[in-house]
């Protein structure tokens, strides 16, 4: 397993968010987490990420124990967390919030990687220059998905990267999602449209009340009764 969670338990104070939570992410994998708001699905990348303090259990990446790492560590390991919201600075350019996200890597990188970044988003090169808080929904989407990538992942934590936008918009992030694990990138998803995600990803977990409830092949989830009832609408 590239990336593998044991039994994490994240607390905010009285709240248990996440309550023993393990699951794992094979290289070249999309997996999803599926679950209703408020079940811990943030929380859960947070805890992987480092940004959240976990309450016990262990989290490792490429085999090396990475529990209790800073965040920044994390990232400059390979993890990148796109979070909830997107949380670009709307004051600076679109080229300047790339420069930010490869602070990780020297000049030439940064370079290579925002010129990978526009091809894979024609959007942004045409508004290189533009504030990001004038960009649409989407586009604001695209550059913090853009933004993650800079340092080169190898795994991506997205949490929801479709929220808020038209269907449309919808498509053209679920289109991007796939091309970046085509490009190498192992993604672990966080997603509301939990029918959209099932159908790009490889495998899935339920997250109901901070516990992992259900798993397993996502195409075999597309098709269970009781998931198409609390999750696909019937
Ligand atoms: N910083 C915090 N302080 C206190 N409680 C928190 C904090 N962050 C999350 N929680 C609580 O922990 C629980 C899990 O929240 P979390 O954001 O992980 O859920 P989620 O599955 O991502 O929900 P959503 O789909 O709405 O984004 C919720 O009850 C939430 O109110
Ligand atoms: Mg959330």
């Known amino acids: 397993m590239m990336l593998e969670v044991v039994e994490i338990e994240i607390n905010y104070g009285g709240i248990n968010a996440v309550r023993g ?15 209703a708001n408020g079940a811990g699905k943030s929380s859960i990348l947070h805890g992987i990420a480092g940004a959240e303090k976990l309450a016990g259990g262990t989290v ?3 085999g090396k124990d990475i529990t209790g790492n800073r965040a920044h560590n994390t990232a400059a390991l390979g993890v990148s967390l796109v979070p909830e ?32 970044a ?20 989407g586009e604001q989407q695209m ?13 991506l934590l997205l949490d929801e990267p479709s929220l808020g936008l038209s269907p449309l918009m919808e498509q053209a992030v679920f ?7 085509r490009s190498g990138t192992t993604v672990l998803l966080v ?11 490889d495998r899935a977990y339920v997250v109901e009340n901070g516990r992992i409830v259900l798993s ?14 609390a999750y696909l609408g019937g």
């Open 175 to 181: 289109k991007v999602i796939a091309e970046i694990r």
């Open 216 to 229: 397993g092949i996502s195409g075999e989830l597309l098709n269970d009764e009781n998931i198409k009832k």
């Open 85 to 116: 919201g997107r949380r670009i600075f709307g004051r600076m350019s679109v080229r300047e919030n790339l420069e930010v996200g490869g602070c990780l890597k020297n000049p030439v990188a940064i370079k290579k990687g925002m010129e990978k």
């Open 191 to 201: 997603e509301q449209n939990a029918n959209l995600a099932l159908k790009i990803s």
């Open 143 to 155: 550059l913090a998905i853009a933004r993650g990538l800079m340092n080169e992942p190898k795994l």
């Open 60 to 62: 490792s990446f490429e």
């Open 21 to 35: 939570v393990s699951l794992g992410v094979e290289k070249g994998e999309i997996v999803t987490l599926v679950g």
């Open 118 to 137: 526009m091809s894979l988003f024609p959007v942004l090169k045409e508004r290189a220059r533009q504030e990001a808080g004038t960009l649409s929904g």
